[in-house]
């Protein structure tokens, strides 16, 4: 099965970079495979989903009774989902992901220095992260390994990874904003994956123009197609 899953996957790589990282980091293993779609949980609760065919589908929703969280990655099987699992909410993101093998220059302000977060920051990020936040998901997030920037002994911003091996929980506080540190802290975890032998990678919400403007500098390379995340909470 996992022959037939990487055979799929590898057929538009940086689509499905998501699932295929999944596998090589060893977070998640194949639920389905055949010629017309796979499916892949990520950890406990996270499905990733790819198909052309309505019938693969099918075939593994039937597998799945109510997924917490499905990462779709064709837009227009997402109507059928929402009706079948009746999620809240949808987030149609663009996924990027770097593919040098080189090391960024992380291009340090003056006055900033990075340091990795501590659980005596998790209220501060759970505060401060623009997104509702919840304390036992930031202090996995922060074991996890989750950069700080650091200006005068003040935290003025951080960035860590998703639980699904995504970049993301990217912060800068407004008093602290265009003074490239945002550039500093996603350059940085770019480099702490890349050490690891692995792909960074993002899911950028379609909507978000200056996160797009972001990967762009940082050299990140975009999927044409979209994925749509759905979820209740």
């Not at 050299?219 to 044409?224: A, C, K, M, P, R």
Request: proline residues 3%; hydrophobic residues 40%.
């Amino acid at each position: 099965m996992n022959d037939l899953a990487y055979e799929y996957l590898n057929r538009d790589r940086l689509t499905h970079m998501d699932m295929l990282e999944t596998l090589r980091r060893g977070m998640g293993r194949v639920l389905y495979a055949d010629d017309g779609g796979v499916a892949v949980l990520n950890g406990d609760y996270t499905y990733m989903i790819s198909t052309e065919d309505e019938q693969s589908l099918k075939k593994i929703c039937a597998m799945i009774k109510r997924p917490e969280l499905i990462a779709m990655h064709q837009l227009r099987f997402v109507p059928f989902l929402q009706e079948l699992y009746s999620h809240k909410y949808k987030m149609e993101c663009l996924q990027c992901a770097y593919l040098s093998a080189e090391k960024l220059d992380e291009k340090l302000p003056q006055g900033v220095e990075l340091r990795m977060l501590t659980m005596a920051e998790r209220d501060f990020v759970v505060e401060h992260y623009d997104h509702p936040a919840d304390p036992p998901y930031i202090a996995e997030r922060i074991e996890a390994g989750m950069i700080g920037a650091y200006c005068g002994g003040e935290c003025a911003g951080f960035i860590g990874t998703h639980s699904e091996g995504t970049m993301g929980i990217l912060e800068v506080l407004p008093e602290y904003r265009r003074r490239g540190i945002a550039y500093t802290l996603e350059a940085a975890m770019i480099n702490r994956i890349v050490e690891k032998g692995c792909v960074p990678l993002a899911h950028i919400v379609t909507t978000n123009k200056a996160s797009m403007l972001l990967q762009e500098k940082l050299g990140l390379s975009f999927s044409e197609k979209t994925l749509t995340w759905l979820y209740d909470e």
